[in-house]
């Protein structure tokens, strides 16, 4: 039943977008995988995205979807500038207004989540495969860092005090618990959206599973107030 219904959302993927539309689906699609391999690579994602979204702004066709949130779009501008002039006046300027400065991407790629929601009724479940790519390809390189002593990339167990943590992808950095911890609530409602009730539960517990091999007290934490407010 799964496959026949993926099946026919590639078929609608690739007969009912245009071509600037399934670039930016297929960015956003690779996206939370790749914030996991290459900061660098995610990030250029990003910034290609918005680039499309600047383009679909200015597309008469798209006047209604960008109009319905016109407002929110007039405020982050507002605020955006705000900041930036507020950073000219930083002491240390080179290493706050010109990072600052292309933070604006990222407020782009998810107006272009929202334009792609609100045009394409199969755009929730391309998210919801996205997050499974995403989970199953950072588990199972979890599984073989754990029981071999590296990942597929060759990356090694990492040691605190003796005890052993799980990195992934992330290398020597301690960040798979909190990566993980962000992702599970959008996962578990994208389960919900999809009527998919009887798996959330599940999903929680194979995540705490990997969250508490990272050894992460702070995703470990955030962790059991999503357990709490789930249940």
Known sequence: KHIYKMKIIIEQFLSKTNNLDKLLI???????LLLTISI?????????????????????????????????LYFFLIFFFLVLISLIFSISYEKSF???????????????????????SFFVNILFYSLILTFSVVSFDSIIQYIFGSNIFGFKVS???????????FNDEKKLGSYLVRLLPLFISLFYFLNLKKYPTYIILIFGFFIFLSSERTALFLYFIILFFYF
Do not use: E, M, Q, W
């Open 159 to 169: 040691y605190a005090t003796h005890t052993p943590y799980v990195t992934s992808f």
């Open 98 to 120: 010109l990072p600052s400065f292309f933070y604006f991407r990222y407020f782009l790629f998810v107006v272009g989540i929202y334009y792609l929601l609100k045009k394409y």
């Open 26 to 32: 297929s960015l956003i699609f690779f996206f939370p």
């Open 40 to 72: 660098f690579i995610a990030d250029l994602f990003a910034s290609l995205s918005a680039l499309i979204v600047i383009v679909l702004l200015f597309f008469k066709k798209n006047k209604d979807i960008f109009y319905k949130i016109r407002f929110k």
